[in-house]
């Protein structure tokens, strides 16, 4: 119990022991005391997506969760991702000019692929319009993110995600 | 970046809550619960939030529920709406879930956060005040349950150092016909001008509104007018307006009369949607 | 040919999907201090007091600049302090500078600084600017130090004043038999590049001084704080690694100078600054708002006669970019289109609004809402279809434009051809308006658009290239990444001189004034032309002396060899030849004899035949050549909510020559998205007390996924004969008529004419009924 402590978070499958500030968020703790600045600050308000890393497998901006709220889960941020589908997409379709909400965007969509490997165009709406991309008109975005689940879905994976409840 | 220091706790049960709260708060440290905790850093970022303790409610199981005892649905406080939108036990509060910030966002954003929340639309608390669901509270005092609708007045009208453990909602309810429409700005991004519940229950229609306000609401007055079948659709909405309450927002996201004239057609889209159905 | 065109892929392309591309304020912060700004909240007031007491208790705190007069800067007219003295003239203005050890002690002591300010009224548009009793925001402009070509208005809050004369006015409206007179505005916005300005300062004993920012121009840096602050020019380091967006935004000087201020208050210790969102909207400079007044007359026919046209560009609180805004708002006053007769003011007013950098478009998306709102008024008042007004006024080879420049095939790219192309790609016959219910239309509307750019004459841009021991190159451009992948097309362009594959050119990304050859700025859709003319002169220098070297051992003439594949060779017998790897670092002969040497390859290109404008009639040659395009807007508008949804964007634009296609396409179709924005929702809205109120992204909102049109984008290809394979701008076209053909096909929807930007629901309502705005 104090301003400061000792953490261990686990990013990217390996365990850092850090000391952060308790009001530092995970995106401050990731970039300035991990060296991980694949994370972009673009608001830190939550608004524009450019911090967005998975935690516990379900997307989050690093920017609206503190650093001490991260232990104990599986956080994983863009140099965690290597040779992914959609990072070769992102390539491959010119979904990114200046690159800088590349990395936000790279893992709402990855998030999105693993939980919604399923997801009608509502679906993709819904979880990419969390980010905001000044460069790009989003129609790359979109045809890359559909080129990798089109992809996904031919391979016929079982997948059922019934809710939990009733 | 918050420029002031805080310590970080988070008790396990509710008496630990409470305990550390009244003893945070005899230190001056002014302590403040949080579910989600984005209040904390993007207020706390511009100063407009201040606390030296946040007490984090996550890791008590009883703020965590979501679960249907006999014929009732128990959601905690701590759930991040998008577990809610998931789950979907009540289709209401999913389509007013759906539409608060974004999806990212609201795998951190809770249901007791939105409706605690400083930033005054609390939309996520529109669908419980039409369902007359009850809250339980744990305070200094212990645990107590009170309807929703006799401790919510703008907010949720808490004392020092209690909070939001879950709130309770008959299935009944969450099963009746409703209505949902957020009307923004512009375009599907961003706060609302307007947003308006219905719900169809024992034959009448109830009416929430966000947006209007600097607060959430409902209205009997306002549902004793649309309620009023002697009259046309037309007057009973405009009967309905002249019963609003004030102020009226005129800010960043439009003027008070574009609220009204949009609030006029809403109002008259959900009276012949929920008109025509049966429960 | 075989690069030119091809959907080559950025060179910096798996560093950015990977995390691993490097913007400025990625580089480890060490040993830095931080710089936090205290800044105004007032749109216009005097400073009374600045309480530094509190802040500086706080332990780390290093330094705290206020109040002390630093000297004056400002691009054209030094007008501006670079931390506010005596008086604030904008909300968001630097009042203050905290220099501390991290960034949380610097932003809390910043806002322990207690500052008392006296209010004063506000000029709180450009019309309220020129009124007669308008409060001044600088008490006497033409006191201050300018540059040559300004003209400030004496003791006004003009900044500076352009006309166009050209033509005879009288003889103009005299053969107007439809005239109409519109007017039109919208208030300052911002550009919101993702990345936020950050840059950091360092002044080493020997006095060095060196700069590492997230700038389009890194070499202006290094030119003004040597100019502003009397530093030797040699002495000063400018570093920009790849930038995160700029759109014109990060083209104006003005952090670099705070974190220099906060450098020399800590002995030179290196300092960083980096901009919170509400800081990178506010305080440094946003995009400029606009009134503006058309006359308009033209034939019964249709042709048009005269334009008498003003516009009051809002230069805010501070003059910077803004006189050269208002100066290129004159020089593309009108659309494209030939009008024998136009008198144009120009005016860069001041006002106590945050002031304006470029925005992508330089003016241009601006004077377009503007005028091509003017044409749809004037067609409906001929009634004729405004596709058809447009195609016989169409501006072409033999004409000459507001600043009397006339044309040719390369100076001009193929308006009616755009126009034919944009007919048939939006359906233009199937009607402009049709019903779908008694509720929902559906509607199109139209915009031309053209654009030069009026960068300085003496503007350079130069290029080198070096060889690798396996024959492969090195490129340096001072042209920044700021996305457009200019440096992956300067790839391709040096690929298809030397018939290599592009793969074996590796690009220099950073750009370091110390090392790079200078490229004036990355602005103006010029970096293709100027940085590409650059490369090509490099390659003829370098494949001059590999030629040379071959010439001689080979016992050829230099004109008997070509090169390709990495190699030199006979053109009679491509067998007979030397690799490039035997040649670029010396040849050494079986003996051991060598001759040649490392083989650098230098080269540099000038703008030629641009002129001043004369400062009595305008006249003058502002740039290269115009690109030129046609676009069409389609919504869908539901009448009774008056809200809508743009259902697809057309764009046909004449790019002279497509370099990389599907890059070409991703500049179009963003700058579309970008225009769509500042055409639909985006805005500052400032209240009466000239504060913005919404300087976030939670109330400030740029286009996002789920909002975007169907894009539809054509290229037409008329060469511009000076540039590298033909090719004309390509990265702001895409954005200049979406304003415009979105409130043209609003104001079809609506059955009202829309006068003011944004286009939101409540304004088109508040039009229809008859409401103040
Ligand atoms: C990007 C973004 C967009 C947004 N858009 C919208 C929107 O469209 N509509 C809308 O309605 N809101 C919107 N909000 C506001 C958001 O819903 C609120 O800020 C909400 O408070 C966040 O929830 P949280 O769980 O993070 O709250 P926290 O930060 O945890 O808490 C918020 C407040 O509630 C108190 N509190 C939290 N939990 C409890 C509890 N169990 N008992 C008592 N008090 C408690 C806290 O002390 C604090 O004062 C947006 C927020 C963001 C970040
Ligand atoms: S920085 Fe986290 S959402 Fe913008
Ligand atoms: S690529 Fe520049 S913001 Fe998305």
Known sequence: MSIFQYVVLKINGEDRPVMIRSADT?????????????????????????????????????????GVEGTGKEITTIEGLQGTAIQQAFVEYFAFQCGYCTPGYIMNCQSLIENEPKATDEKISEWLKSNICRCTGYEEIETAIKSVLRESNSKDRPISRESEMD | MIPFEFEYIKPNTLEEAVTLYERLDSEGKEPVYISGGTEIITLGRLNVLYTGAVIDLKSIPE??????????????????????????????????????????????????????????????VLPFLLAESTVTIMGPDGKKTLPINDLFDQTLQLNKGEFLVHITTDISSTKAPFFHMKRRKQWTTGYPLITVSGMKKDGDIRIAISGLCPFPFRSERIESCINDRFNSVEERVSSALQQLPGPILNDTEGSDQFRIFTLKNILSDLVKTLEGVDH | MTNIGKSVIRKEALDKVTGRAKYTADFPSGEMLHGKSVISHYGHGTIKSIDVMEAKKEPGVRAIITGKQYPLTGEEIRDRPPIAFEKIRFHGEVVALVVADTPAIAKRAASLINVVVDPLPVVNSPSEGVSKDAPLVHDNVAEYEREEGVHPVPKTNIANHT?????????????????????????????????????????????????????????????????????????IIVKTPLVGGGYGGKASVQQEILAYLGSLAVEGRTVRMINEREEDMITSPCH?????????????????????????????????????????????????????????????????????????????AEVHFVFERAMDILARKLNMDPLELRYKNAIKPGHTTPTQ???????????????????????????????????????????????????????????????????????????VEIGTATKTVLAQILAERFRMSVNDIYVKMTVDTQSTPEHWKTVASRGTLMGGRAVLAAAEDAIRQIKEVASCVMKV??????????????????????????????????????????????GNYILRNITYLD????????????????????????????????????SVL????????????????????????????????????????????????PVHFGEHPEYIVEFIETPHIDSPFGARGVGEQGLLGMPAALGNSLSLAAGVELHHLPLLPESIWRKKEGLNT
């Open chain 3, 654 to 701: 004449d790019v002279g020559r497509v370099l990389n296609y599907k890059g070409a396409l991703g500049q179009v179709t963003g700058a579309m998205s970008m225009g769509l924005g500042f055409g639909g929702r985006e805005s500052f809205v400032i209240d009466d007390k000239a504060r913005v109120l919404n300087p976030q992204l939670r109330t400030y909102r």
């Open chain 3, 557 to 602: 003439r230099t004109d008997d060899l070509e090169i390709g594949n990495r190699r030199v060779f006979l053109r009679e017998d491509p067998k007979e030849g030397l690799d490039f790897r035997d040649v670029v670092y010396g040849y050494t002969f079986p003996e051991g004899n060598a001759i040649g040497g490392q083989i650098i390859g230098r």
């Open chain 2, 63 to 124: 703020c965590h529920v979501m679960t249907r005892e006999n014929d009732r649905l128990v959601l905690g406080g701590c759930c991040p709406l998008t577990e809610v939108e998931n789950a979907n036990p009540f289709p209401l509060l999913t389509s007013a879930s759906k539409e608060v910030a974004d999806h990212t966002a609201r795998t951190k954003i809770t249901l007791g956060g939105n409706i605690c929340a400083n930033i005054f639309y609390r939309e996520a």
């Open chain 3, 288 to 364: 400029m708002g606009l009134d503006a007044k058309v006359k308009l007359g033209c034939t019964a026919d249709g042709y048009l006669q005269a334009t008498e046209l003003t516009y009051l560009v809002d230069s805010g609180a501070y003059s910077d970019k803004a006189i050269h805004l208002s100066r290129a708002c004159a020089v593309d006053c009108t659309g494209p289109y030939f009008i024998e007769n136009i008198w144009c003011d120009s005016y860069a007013v001041y006002t106590n609004h945050p002031y304006p950098a470029p925005y992508r478009g330089f003016s241009h």
């Open chain 1, 26 to 66: 995970l995106l401050e703790v990731l970039r300035n005391e991990l060296g991980l600045t694949g994370s972009k600050p673009g608001c830190l308000n939550g608004d524009c997506g450019a911090c967005t890393v998975i935690v516990d497998g379900k997307p989050m901006k690093s920017c609206l969760m503190l």
């Open chain 3, 615 to 650: 400062p009595e009639t305008g006249a003058g040659n502002p740039g290269p050549e115009w690109a030129v395009g046609a676009q069409v807007v389609e919504v869908e508008f539901d009448r009774r909510d008056y809200t809508y949804k743009i259902i697809k964007a057309i």
């Open chain 3, 405 to 479: 420049v006339k044309l040719n095939r390369s100076t001009v790219g193929d308006v009616p051809m755009c126009i034919e192309k944009v007919k048939q790609l939006s359906r233009w016959e199937e009607g402009q308006l049709i019903e779908l219910n008694e509720r929902t239309v559906r509607a199109k509307g139209l915009a031309c658009v053209w654009k030069n750019s009026t960068i300085p004459p003496e503007s350079s841009s130069g290029a080198i290239i070096t060889f690798n021991e396996d024959g492969t190159m090195n490129l340096m451009s001072g042209v």
């Open chain 3, 163 to 235: 006309k166009i004369r050209k033509g005879d006015m009288a003889s103009g409206w005299a053969k107007s038999e439809i005239v109409i007179e519109e007017n039109f505005s919208f208030p300052p916005s911002d550009h919101i590049p993702m990345e936020t300005r950050s840059a950091t300062a360092e002044i080493r004993p020997d006095g060095k001084v060196l700069i590492t920012t997230s700038s389009q121009a890194p070499f202006m840096v290094k030119e003004l704080l040597s100019q502003y602050f009397d530093l030797e020019v040699g002495k």
